[in-house]
């Protein structure tokens, strides 16, 4: 289910509420690694791709305790992360996300 959609890099684009999650979750805890990420493999990997050409996030060197790549947003993803709270918090998005009414 998606909450919005917008136009990126020259398309109109639909941001899945998946999407929306994880670029608060790098933006709440300021960087992941894939271990710090519970989605599988192939998700986590989809995910990081598209955000980097996206230019939403960059990687941001290698983790000394766990050797994995660390990626952190660009100044473009921390504004969408911004804009993303403010509509979640607007929406009352935190409290049980939505979905449950969407499964009623």
Same mark, same amino acid.
């Given at each position: 289910? !998606? #909450?919005?959609?917008?136009?990126? +890099?020259?398309?109109?684009?639909?941001?899945? *509420?998946? *999407?929306?999650?994880?670029?608060? /979750?790098? %933006?709440? &805890?300021?960087?992941?690694?894939? $271990?710090? &990420?519970?989605? $599988?493999?192939?998700? %986590?990997? &989809?995910?990081?791709?598209? #955000? *980097?050409?996206?230019?939403? =996030?960059?990687?941001?060197?290698?983790?000394? /305790? /766990?050797?994995?790549? *660390?990626?952190? #947003?660009?100044?473009?993803?921390?504004?969408? !992360?911004?804009? =993303?709270?403010?509509? %979640? /918090?607007?929406?009352?998005? %935190?409290? +049980?996300?939505?979905?449950?009414?969407?499964?009623?």
């Amino acid at each position: 289910m !998606a #909450l919005w959609g917008m136009e990126w +890099g020259g398309k109109d684009v639909i941001i899945s *509420r998946r *999407r929306m999650k994880y670029i608060l /979750n790098i %933006y709440k &805890q300021g960087v992941v690694t894939r $271990s710090t &990420q519970h989605l $599988s493999r192939i998700s %986590y990997h &989809q995910i990081i791709w598209e #955000l *980097r050409d996206k230019g939403v =996030i960059r990687e941001d060197g290698i983790d000394k /305790n /766990n050797h994995q790549k *660390r990626w952190v #947003l660009t100044e473009k993803g921390r504004k969408m !992360a911004e804009h =993303i709270d403010s509509l %979640y /918090n607007l929406i009352g998005a %935190y409290e +049980g996300d939505g979905e449950e009414e969407g499964k009623k």
